[in-house]
């Protein structure tokens, strides 16, 4: 299989005619989920696999000549075999990564040369409603991006339906972000935007209505939105500022939202992007917004309100800390003299405390004399020490305070 995919490679870089691909892209792909099925054992195949899909995506399609009906309709049942796997949440979508956005904008294009434009629209039209209702889909945001960075009939339906569905509350709330960042980078295409001012007046006027309604609701929910939000909200703004489609929109209505935002912004540190974008779009509408944090201020009234609480609460403990104390070790001798040592055997009599006793390896074999009293002390004598030994080391010393009577040794003659 890994020679099989050397050779599909090799044929790929070298300029592949465009009506093999739609023959090429399913079977790599049905070889490829079942590789992913198998375990990791299949793991270099399905490495190999990925690295030809990418392949795929990166060649250069130019249509010479006329091009047979037939291969479009490939293209177009290979396209919409592709959506549907991501619609279903297969994981070649995911083991594929940045590669199947790439590998779909390919087909598309592709598509367009062989004249299927209806059919590539009402494609990505199903795929766009299944993106932002479905929650199964898993079709990345970079399929309708590249598919929006370029002129064609779907590119402006996929905007008026991303208009009017950014601010639905049908919408979840991560892929109205996910739509706002798609218009943002719409208008964004300085080049798209001056080849196509019509559709991008239309684009506009749709969604003006929704955007001032959109800023009149964020009043009351400062703190909740995410900042991610706010910030393609005033990008969008920025970029209909930047174009002649910007007398569409009542700029005083504008401004007088974004103010009333500006009195109400959160404190949070989080919210530091998005304020920096409300106040450069203020300076492009030719306001000084001044940022107001009220809510900053109610914390900060909070937070004096628990520091006196606190401040009083440390004092209290001060005051009690010591007679705690007291009482904690009124307790504890309490609980000592409460404790019944009566069940607990004890083995005080068998041991013995031989940690702090040392004894001389002279007094070890002296031995105790039968009948002597043994709490009369007696003084042991030492013998003479050879006149040869090494004056420097050190010499045990005999434990005095043990009352033991030693028998009398005789003193032995140094030895010439």
Not at 98 to 106: C, G, M, Q
Not at 208 to 236: N, R
Not at 309 to 316: E, G, L, Y
């Amino acid at each position: 299989k890994l020679r099989v995919l050397e050779l599909v490679e090799l044929y790929l870089t070298h300029s592949p005619n465009p009506a093999h691909l739609p023959t090429i892209v399913p079977a790599l792909l049905e070889s490829l989920d079942k590789a992913v099925r198998s375990g990791s054992a299949q793991e270099p195949l399905v490495k190999r696999l990925v690295s030809a899909l990418a392949k795929v995506a990166s060649v250069k399609i130019k249509v010479e000549g006329n091009v047979s009906s037939e291969v479009g309709e490939e293209v177009v049942q290979v396209l919409s075999s592709l959506m549907e796997l991501a619609s279903s949440g297969s994981v070649v979508v995911n083991t594929l990564g940045p590669t199947f956005p790439r590998l779909a904008t390919s087909l598309l294009r592709l598509g367009e040369q062989c004249g299927k434009m209806e059919e590539l629209q009402a494609l990505y039209n199903t795929s766009l409603s299944a993106w932002l209702h479905q929650s199964t889909c898993v079709l990345p945001n970079n399929i309708f991006s590249l598919a929006m960075s370029h002129s064609w009939p779907g590119c402006w339906s996929l905007a008026t339906t991303l208009a009017t569905s950014s601010f639905s509350t049908e919408v979840r709330q991560f892929r109205r972000v996910a739509s706002l960042a798609l218009l943002s980078s719409l208008l964004h295409n300085k080049v798209l935007v001056k080849d196509n001012l019509e559709e991008v007046k239309l684009v506009v006027e749709q969604l003006f209505p929704a955007l001032t309604q959109e800023l009149e609701k964020l009043k009351d929910m400062m703190g909740k939105v995410k900042p991610k939000y706010l910030c393609e909200m005033f990008s969008i703004l920025q970029a209909v500022k930047d174009i002649p489609s910007d007398k569409v929109i009542d700029w005083d209505l504008v401004v007088e939202k974004l103010q009333s935002l500006a009195q109400a912004w959160p404190a949070h540190n989080i919210y530091t992007p998005a304020k920096h974008a409300l106040l450069k779009l203020g300076g492009k509408c030719g306001v000084k917004i001044e940022v107001t944090k009220n809510i900053e201020v109610v914390a900060a009234n909070g937070e004096a309100n628990g520091e006196e609480k606190s401040a009083k609460k440390k004092k209290r403990k001060h005051k009690k800390s010591q007679e705690s104390l007291k009482k904690a070790k009124e307790n504890k001798l309490e609980m000592v003299k409460a404790q019944d040592n009566s069940g607990v055997p004890s083995f005080a009599a068998m041991v013995e405390d031989n940690i702090n006793i040392e004894e001389s390896t002279e007094t070890k074999k002296r031995k105790l004399k039968d009948g002597e009293d043994n709490e009369t002390p007696v003084k042991v004598k030492k013998s003479k020490k050879k006149k040869e030994v090494d004056t420097e080391t050190p010499v045990k010393e005999v434990d005095t305070e043990t009352p033991v009577k030693v028998k009398k040794t005789k003193k032995k003659k140094p030895q010439e």
